[in-house]
């Protein structure tokens, strides 16, 4: 089975600090994306990347930035975390084979910023 | 432009009640996936079924089932005789075709709620 594992489930953080969100996968999946989710808005895409040391912006990519160094490893950087920022981040991943490919997901990180 | 849209944001039923989540989805690819998701309480999203556009065969694994219709845009999700294990956040997602970069447009989400 995919396991796509997040490094926090829970995180409180103050205004202002610089927040690192980890993500690894066991897969070696070409394709990771992080992802927030806030109620009555699904599930919106912050970046993705289909491959090491590639990124894409997704919908959201304000005050956000991604690091991947590793193919297994994807990495959500907040740079100056704001309390609009409190949300749920998912990372999934998936292969580059067909697109119908479905995305793996992670058990998700609950993140405060106070 | 993509769009997916889940218009029921709640659902509650009681135990062993069917229940139909509604998904219509809207791209000019003419080759894309649909696919929908489980969040249980504990967070993660489950993957529960794929389906291919040039697939219009309607599929049933034990109490679930799902009916795609090209011709109104809908993907919908039936949950037979629901049981309370089955309260979850459901999302459909929507994929184009053209490219590989495997992004995935999510609805809002429908919530649902089975009572004992």
């Known amino acids: 089975d995919v396991k796509v594992t997040q490094s926090s489930r829970y995180l409180v953080k103050r205004t202002g600090e610089k927040v690192f969100l980890e993500c690894v996968q066991d897969?070696?999946?070409?394709?990771m994306f992080w992802y927030r989710q806030d109620p009555g808005l699904g599930l919106r895409l912050i970046y993705f990347?289909?491959?090491?040391?590639?990124?894409e912006k997704g919908d959201i990519p304000e005050g956000y930035s991604v690091s991947r160094e590793k193919k297994e490893r994807f990495s959500l950087i907040l740079e100056s975390a704001s309390t609009n920022q409190t949300s749920m981040y998912l990372c999934?991943?998936?292969?580059?084979?067909?697109?119908?490919?479905?995305?793996?997901f992670g058990d998700g990180t609950r993140l405060s910023i106070l | 432009a993509q769009k997916v849209t889940q218009a029921q944001t709640e659902i509650s039923v009681v135990e062993k009640e069917d229940v139909t989540l509604d998904c219509v989805y809207e791209t000019r690819d003419t080759t894309y996936y649909l696919f929908w998701y489980k969040q249980p309480p504990s967070g993660e999203l489950v993957f529960l079924i794929r389906?291919?556009?040039?697939?219009?065969q309607n599929e049933i694994s034990g109490r679930y089932s799902w009916n795609f219709q090209k011709s109104t845009s809908s993907f919908n999700f039936t949950i037979t005789a629901s049981q309370v294990v089955d309260s979850a956040v459901y999302f459909c997602a929507l994929r184009g075709g053209s490219g590989n970069t495997g992004k995935l447009i999510f609805g809002q989400g429908t919530t649902l709620q089975v009572k004992p």
């Open positions: 999934a991943s998936s292969s580059a084979g067909p697109s119908n490919q479905p995305q793996h």
């Open positions: 990347s289909y491959d090491v040391k590639m990124k």
């Open positions: 897969m070696d999946h070409e394709n």
């Open positions: 389906r291919n556009s040039f697939d219009e």
